[in-house]
């Protein structure tokens, strides 16, 4: 969630509420179409494309592992703590049993904005799936947001067509033989997040 929705949530004072809904009105199968995201919001300009779809029993662990992909914290977005701490589920995305099914597909054309475009330059894609591809390019967000791609030159690489070669940096499971390199199939964009902050000079 951008900084000024996240300001219009605390604003507004919808954390709690949301919170003490999930306690009256019980959801034990929830589904979220993750087929293209956007940067910003439903209705906005820069689309992210992930092609799937996403199942969950626990309204929390949904909502945490969405927060995950998107490079933000259960912190940043104050209802998921509550709600757990009111016992509506679990923000433990580390240890829960994810079922994964279909292979992922190597990414298409997709449309992209100019800030989606300006966010790729930092990587170098090649036949990458769109749920590993779009992971990154929400970390980059989330970087950008924080002022941390500044003079950045070296380009992150992703993509199937990595799998056995080396390299200096890369994401998800086809670069593992880079001299740094961060598994997942796909990695989450907080992940991401993290290690570029750490590795990426």
Sequence with gaps: MPN?????????GLHKPIAHLNTVCRNDFILVDNICGDLDFEEGGNPVTMNRVLGFKDPVLCDSYVCDCMGYTVDDIPYIRMAAQLGVGST?????????????????KFRMSHRVQNLAKFADAKDACSACYGSLIYALDRLNDAGKLRGKKTQICIGQAYKGQTGEIGVGQCTCGFKKSLKGCPPKAIDIVDFLEEEWK
Excluded: C, P, V, W
């Design 4 to 12: 000024k929705e996240k300001r219009r949530f605390h604003t507004m």
């Design 92 to 108: 433990d995305t580390e240890h829960a049993n994810f079922i994964y099914l279909n292979e992922a597909q190597s990414e298409g």
